[in-house]
Nanobody, 121 residues
C-alpha cells in the first residue's frame, strides 16, 4: 500500500513565501509523474504544477514565475516552493503521483489528503 502525505500549509501574508512538501511511502517500485493541485472554497480543483520523472516541469499560467516544483527521487518527495503569494492562492493544496508498486503491474494515481494554504493580511 502507498500513501502521500502533504505538509507545510500555513497562514501567510501577501507577498510572503511558503514551501509545501509531499512524501510518498509504502511499496514503491517506481515513482513517475508527480503534481500539485489546489481547490479553493466553492471552486473546482485545478492543476498547479507537474514534474515528470526526468525533471520536465509545467505550470499553470496563474502561478508561472512565482511557484517552483521540484523532487527528491531518493526520498520519494515532491516540493512546491511558493513565492510572492497572493490572496487568490488561498486553497487546499493536494499532492498527486503516478506510482508503480511492482515491475509487472499497471500503475495508478495516488492522492494526498491536502494541506491548507491561507494568504491574508
Amino acid at each position: 500500500q502507498v500513501q502521500l502525505v502533504e505538509s507545510g500549509g500555513d497562514l501567510v501574508q501577501p507577498g510572503g513565501s511558503l514551501r509545501l512538501s509531499c512524501a510518498a511511502s509504502g511499496s514503491i517500485f517506481r515513482l513517475n509523474a508527480m503534481a500539485w493541485y489546489r481547490q479553493a472554497p466553492g471552486k473546482e480543483r485545478e492543476l498547479v504544477a507537474t514534474i515528470a520523472s526526468g525533471g520536465t516541469t509545467q505550470y499553470a499560467d496563474s502561478v508561472k514565475g512565482r511557484f517552483t516544483i521540484s523532487r527528491a527521487n531518493v526520498e520519494n518527495t515532491v516540493y512546491l516552493q511558493m513565492n510572492s503569494l497572493k490572496p487568490e492562492d488561498t486553497a487546499v493544496y493536494y499532492c498527486n503521483a503516478y506510482i508503480l508498486t511492482n515491475w509487472y503491474s499497471t500503475g495508478r494515481n495516488y492522492w494526498g489528503k491536502g494541506t491548507l494554504v491561507t494568504v491574508s493580511s
